[in-house]
């Protein structure tokens, strides 16, 4: 009798193609992870952002309790506390804070600051890079 010779037809046998799901699989919920992880830094780096944008308002608004005398601008905006000049600006896609001489930047990706005030309230703008638009108000007390 002749021995036939086992020849492998084309396509996947059964453990192969299970091997290869296992495979896919893997890398589908890696791929669905990492993408998960990317959308979830940003949604952070938005709240840290906003949170940032609180605590300059609060601070301004702590300022103004004992300003000895303030200028609104549309885009700028300074006082004198306590015999420093404080002077928030935009420069660079900054929000800048400059007291006296020298210049710290607070926040980055900032497009834009603009200061309306009406009688009580400061209203401050800000627009990062992005386009989004943030509203914070501070209360104006008496200079």
Do not use: P, W
Request: proline residues 0%; aromatic residues 18%; hydrophobic residues 40%.
């Amino acid at each position: 009798m002749k021995k036939d010779v086992i020849v492998k037809k084309s396509g996947f046998s059964c453990l192969e193609m299970i091997y290869c799901l296992f495979i896919f699989i893997n890398l589908f919920v890696l791929c669905c992870q990492i993408i998960y992880n990317i959308n979830t830094n940003l949604k952070v780096e938005e709240k840290k952002r906003v949170l940032t944008y609180e605590t300059v308002a609060l601070r301004i608004e702590n300022h103004l309790k004992e300003v000895s005398d303030y200028e609104i601008g549309e885009d700028y905006f300074y006082y004198y506390y306590r015999n420093h000049l404080y002077y928030y600006a935009v420069i660079n896609n900054y929000l800048i804070l400059k007291i006296d001489s020298v210049r710290y930047n607070i926040i980055e990706h900032v497009m834009k600051i603009s200061f309306h005030y009406n009688q009580y309230f400061l209203k401050i703008t800000i627009t990062d890079i992005y386009h989004n638009t943030y509203y914070i108000e501070v209360i104006l007390y008496d200079k």
